[in-house]
């Protein structure tokens, strides 16, 4: 694969039921691709702290397997984003982690998350389960993106602009939140509303 094929486009939208989503795939014909899964995710950072400053991620996931993923360059038009995403599975989590810490890199955020992924067409939608909220993604080129909005009458919810890296950390910031992971175990007795407060602009 040519580095010109390594694009990420795709839209979030805050869904917060997620059961009507999931009767709207069905009826539409998707092909459930992978069911239900917790995510762990490491987020890491260099010791001069440039990563996150550069827009730059490194992160190690765990689901059904392990993989290393590097993206950069965002861009967002209409709520539809696009960047460079270089991924690879891993065979031993664990070890990978090691050799990311050896290499002087350190994990600067744990966040964790529920799965379902699903296929309709040329997109991917995944319905999310975050500690904060949930979520649909769907990823595609930008006009199969619009088709499959229209398709499972998603068009009324909200855009979000953001990674739920920064999802989080606006929400700690305007509820004054201390914790450093998004785990949870962390948001175990908050009540979180994403409407009061995260921005959709």
Same mark, same amino acid.
Not at 15 to 41: C, H, I, M, Y
Not at 47 to 62: D, E, F, K
Not at 133 to 159: K, M, N, P, W
């Given at each position: ?23 709207? !795939?069905? %009826?539409? +014909?998707? @092909? *459930? ?8 995710? /490491?987020? =890491?950072?260099?010791? #001069?702290?440039? !990563?996150? %400053?550069? +827009?730059? @991620? *490194? ?8 993989? /290393?993923? =590097?993206?950069?360059? #965002? ?127």
């Amino acid at each position: 694969m040519s580095q010109t094929d390594m694009q990420e486009v795709e839209i979030k939208l805050h869904t917060p039921d997620l059961a009507p989503v999931q009767r709207a !795939l069905e %009826a539409a +014909g998707a @092909v *459930l691709k992978s069911p239900r899964v917790f995510e762990r995710n /490491l987020r =890491y950072e260099n010791a #001069a702290g440039t !990563l996150t %400053a550069g +827009g730059i @991620v *490194l992160r190690l996931r765990q689901d059904e397997q392990a993989k /290393l993923t =590097y993206k950069s360059g #965002a861009s967002s038009e209409d709520g539809i984003f696009r960047r460079f995403e270089a991924e690879v599975v891993v065979s031993d989590f664990a070890t990978m982690d090691v050799i990311l810490r050896r290499l002087g890199y350190v994990v600067a955020l744990i966040y964790e998350k529920y799965r379902t992924t699903w296929i309709l067409g040329d997109a991917e939608i995944v319905l999310d389960e975050l500690p904060y909220g949930h979520f649909t993604e769907i990823e595609a080129d930008a006009e199969e993106i619009e088709r499959v909005v229209s398709a499972l009458g998603l068009g009324g919810y909200r855009r979000m602009s953001g990674s739920y890296v920064e999802i989080f950390a606006e929400l700690k910031w305007k509820l004054g939140l201390r914790m450093r992971d998004c785990s949870f175990e962390a948001f175990a007795g908050l009540d979180v509303d994403l409407r009061d407060l995260v921005d959709s602009s």
